[in-house]
Every structure is written in C-alpha cells, then in structure tokens.
C-alpha cells in the first residue's frame, strides 16, 4: 500500500508501504495473493502482474475483485478532495460514460450548471477525471489481454456489476450513447462491466 506505513501487528502480520511493480520480495515467497480494489489503480499494470507471478510459490493463487474501471459507466472513478471535502463518484452523479465522450470543456460545463461548486472545485475534479494518476485508464479488453498474455494460468475471469452504482449510473442511458462509444471505440464491447472479479494460478 503506497499510502501506508509500515506497521508489524503480529508476529505472523504486517503491513508494508511499497509498489507492487518493483518488490524486494525474493522469488516463490507467496502462498497466497489477494488484492480487493486496487487493481484500477495500479499503472504499468503488466509489470504488477509479472511481479506478482514472480513471487507467488508454483501452485500459488492470485485473486483479485476490482473496479470501477475506466471503460465503466462512471470509470473515471471520481475520488477528489479540496479544502477537507471529498467530492465521489457517489455523490457528483455526472452522465454516464462521459470521461469516454465528452471533452474536459463539456464536463466542466456540466458541473457548472447541475452543482453549485466554485470554478475551482469543477477545474479540479475535471482534472481529477482526466488526468489523475490514481486511475489507470484501462479498459475491461485491456485487463483481459494483459492476464490471458501473462503468465498465469486464468482459472476465472468475469465482469461484475454493483447493482447501486448501476441504479445510479445506467437507468438514463440511452441507446445513442452505444452508438457513440461503438463508434468511438469501434474494437471495444465490453462497456457494462463496473469492475472485474478474477482468480489465477501460478
């Protein structure tokens, strides 16, 4: 965990502050590794995941549940803090799938006119939305290819759906906005995921 500190609270349980892209971790040291929400945050996401093989013990499983990811409705995962409030993608509902279609102009111009938030606080969460780097901006086609090209033997792989967000996110979708992504994103289908439950063996 990058924002942690070390802490030992056991003699068999510890945490570490550290990157999973380069660990001191010598080879084969795992039984075991379980990640629960953090994969959408992690950059240089092929490089995490031959760490984690690496140091995962043969007969070793990986389990991983994620999300939201980019290419989700509310993908851009809206995590932003100013003068000691948070602003989420709970509570800033803004249309779906508009980090995928609409520019950083038409998403400010937005949150002007739905919230009352000062113009700094809609400059940050824009730039929050399509420039921060705790998100990792890949899609769900992107995370299937990166573990089905690894090393990892792909036991189970799925998309997953939180039934409040979807209440939230897609009951005013309209059928033009498939039209718009399928045209924007004429390679990618897989927009109705919210996130990615998956199970590996080393």
């Given amino acids: 965990?990058?924002?942690?500190?070390?802490?030992?609270?056991?003699?068999?349980?510890?945490?570490?502050?550290?990157?999973?892209?380069?660990?001191s971790y010598p080879d084969n040291y795992f039984d075991i590794i379980i990640s629960i929400n953090t994969f959408e945050h992690i950059s240089n996401f092929d490089i995490a995941i031959q760490e984690m093989?690496?140091?995962?013990?043969d007969g070793g499983y990986?389990?991983?549940?994620?999300?939201?990811?980019?290419?989700?409705?509310?993908?851009?995962?809206?995590?932003?803090?100013?003068?000691g409030k948070?602003?989420?993608?709970?509570?800033?509902?803004?249309?779906?799938?508009?980090?995928?279609?609409?520019t950083p102009e038409e998403?400010?111009?937005?949150?002007?006119?739905?919230y009352s938030?000062?113009?700094?606080?809609?400059?940050?969460?824009?730039d929050y939305i399509y420039n921060s780097p705790e998100q990792n901006r890949l899609f769900f086609e992107d995370y299937e290819k990166l573990i089905n090209d690894s090393k990892f033997q792909v036991l189970f792989f799925s998309g997953n759906s939180s039934e409040k967000l979807n209440k939230i996110y897609k009951r005013n979708i309209a059928p033009q906005i498939f039209e718009d992504l399928r045209r924007k994103y004429p390679n990618l289908t897989n927009f109705m995921h919210n996130g990615i439950t998956m199970l590996l063996k080393k």
């Fill in 1 to 23: 965990d990058l924002n942690s500190e070390n802490l030992i609270i056991s003699s068999t349980c510890r945490i570490e502050q550290g990157d999973i892209t380069n660990v």
């Fill in 53 to 57: 093989h690496r140091i995962l013990k």
């Fill in 62 to 83: 990986m389990f991983s549940l994620f999300g939201p990811i980019w290419s989700a409705a509310h993908g851009h995962h809206l995590f932003y803090s100013h003068s």
């Fill in 86 to 102: 948070t602003y989420n993608y709970y509570d800033v509902i803004l249309p779906a799938f508009c980090h995928l279609l609409k």
């Fill in 107 to 114: 998403v400010y111009d937005i949150l002007s006119s739905k």
């Fill in 117 to 126: 938030f000062n113009s700094e606080i809609n400059k940050g969460i824009v």
